[in-house]
């Protein structure tokens, strides 16, 4: 793809653009500090000219050097040389570095909406998980969990500085990201673009700087078992879900198994840590000056609202007064002309959390036509849907194909009852909920372009004539929408 006449230019491209256009002055201190000789008596000499004409960075040092994380009750440190006295310098130094990173990220305002609230979500998620893995490495020495907790931040330093950047090219994928929920297609596009991959760049950068080994090792080998490329892992993971709007439950329960054992705790225990440390994260993130973040950190409270659901039994029920909202924004599409990516993910929040299903997706038609797949999924079983729902429409009587035909909504009360059975194939079978779901054609004009899908199947539920009528409803003033998107 052509972005102003020209070719996406590839990792080593981006990397030096970054290193010595965009973040020079960042690059250069990061290199200095680690570059600096553990114990040696210069290091403290050369941390000090670093740092010493930059009252801004010397106030958040010692703002962080005195805050709960780090200050165990100690007398308040007044000199970023005591702090490293009292606290050692490699810590002093990831400070340092972690300061001079969120500043230099978040120092470009003329960012587009769009482009800034994405590099504040992913800032905020790297935070919170580079606090996570310092929580799971809590029985293990200070060095290492300092090295954990600054490779997890910058874990996704090359998509975080790329959008830092701003300019037509990230405001560009910033569109076509938009309402993409699928990893691979999201890999595709960002290829497509920048002629690489996010992670790629990360570790162009790494190595460009010079950053730690356990960066590069948590890049290169994520599945390594070695502690603390494992805490990595699991706290990158679990910070990303707990981002998610609507979080998927098994994914969940998978990680806090994994960060439990780690740590030998049973998986409540885990949780009620990871909500302290999610306390803990607010305040260190006023420390650094970096409050911006706050509003997008993950929920760690979902952990324990999760178990309580499924404990309880308490799932999603119809919300009149959100599917009166989310319908009124369909209306107002309708009249302007929105995004179709923009009535997608709002007919699947109204569907979701209006009439109170589990899960619910766009499938969209492949250009040949024989093929569904999905493109926004929404709910609890979203990671099962975007993996198992490939539908093949190919045979005549393909209950799907049946949706796309004949261009109505249907309701399969029992996908094992005569009436279906026949209609759909073993693979299928074994993924649609046995408790009945909704279909619905997505059309743009006459012309149907995919179908829309939910369900009730991890609560045991199915549903009723109301429930139907109101499903029918949102996707048909989707339809309206999607049409007057298109026309001139």
Same mark, same amino acid.
């Given at each position: ?41 210069s290091s403290m000499a050369i941390l000090g000219r670093s740092v010493m004409h ?21 007398? +308040? ?55 996570? %893995? ?35 090219l990230a405001n560009e994928l910033d569109k076509a990201l938009d309402g993409v ?77 994994q960060g439990a054992e780690m740590m030998g705790l049973k998986p409540e225990e885990?949780?009620?840590? %990871? ?151 073993? +693979? ?6 046995? +408790? ?39 996707? +048909? ?12």
């Open positions: 793809m052509k972005i102003g006449g020209n070719e996406p230019k590839g990792a080593d491209y981006w990397t030096k653009r970054i290193s010595e256009q965009e973040m020079p002055a960042l690059c250069s201190t990061v290199k200095t500090l680690e570059k600096l000789a553990k114990d040696d008596v930059d009252n801004a960075l010397t106030s958040r040092i010692l703002r962080v050097a005195n805050s709960a994380t780090y200050n165990k009750g100690i007398s +308040q440190v007044t000199t970023v040389s005591r702090a490293a006295v009292v606290l050692g310098f490699d810590t002093i130094r990831n400070i340092c570095i972690t300061a001079k990173l969120l500043a230099s990220l978040l120092e470009n305002k003329n960012l587009t909406p769009g482009v800034y609230q994405r590099l504040l979500k992913l800032m905020a998620r790297s935070f919170q998980a580079a606090m996570l %893995a310092r929580m799971m490495l809590a029985g293990h020495d200070e060095e290492m969990q300092e090295e954990a907790f600054i490779a997890a931040l910058l874990y996704h330093l090359g998509e975080s500085a790329f959008w830092s950047m701003g300019g037509p929920d699928d990893h691979v297609a999201t890999l595709s596009l960002v290829r497509e673009h920048l002629g690489t991959s996010f992670g790629q760049l990360t570790q162009g950068i790494a190595r460009h700087w010079g950053l730690g080994e356990v960066l590069i090792k948590s890049l290169n080998n994520p599945d390594e078992r070695m502690p603390e490329i494992r805490a990595i892992f699991v706290a990158n993971k679990l910070a990303q879900e707990l981002s998610e709007p609507y979080p998927d439950l098994a994914e969940l329960e998978k990680r806090v198994k885990f949780k009620n840590r %990871a909500i302290q440390c999610a306390n803990a994260t607010h305040k260190l993130a006023e420390a650094y000056g970096a409050k911006e973040l706050i509003e997008f950190l993950p929920q760690t409270e979902r952990l324990l609202e999760t178990q309580e659901s499924l404990n309880a039994g308490r799932w999603r029920e119809a919300d009149v007064s959100f599917q009166l909202r989310k319908l009124k924004e369909l209306t107002g599409f309708a009249i302007n002309k929105a995004d179709i990516n923009q009535v997608m993910q709002t007919t699947l929040e109204g569907i979701l959390q209006g009439v109170g299903v589990d899960s619910c997706a766009v499938l969209l038609l492949s250009p040949s036509r024989k093929m569904l797949q999905p493109r926004i999924v929404l709910g609890d079983n979203s990671e099962k849907i975007k993996r198992e729902f490939i539908v093949d429409i190919t045979e005549p009587t393909h209950l799907f194909r049946q949706a796309v035909e004949l261009k109505t909504p249907m309701w399969i009360d029992s996908p094992d009852s005569p009436r279906w059975r026949l209609q759909l194939d073993e +693979q299928l079978k074994k993924s649609v909920s046995k +408790q009945g779901f909704l279909l619905a054609p997505m059309m743009v004009d006459t012309k149907v372009i995919g179908v829309f899908y939910a369900d009730r199947g991890l609560s045991g539920r199915g549903f009723d004539e109301e429930e139907f009528d109101n499903f029918t409803h949102f996707t +048909q003033l989707a339809n309206v929408c999607f049409s007057a998107s298109v026309r001139q």
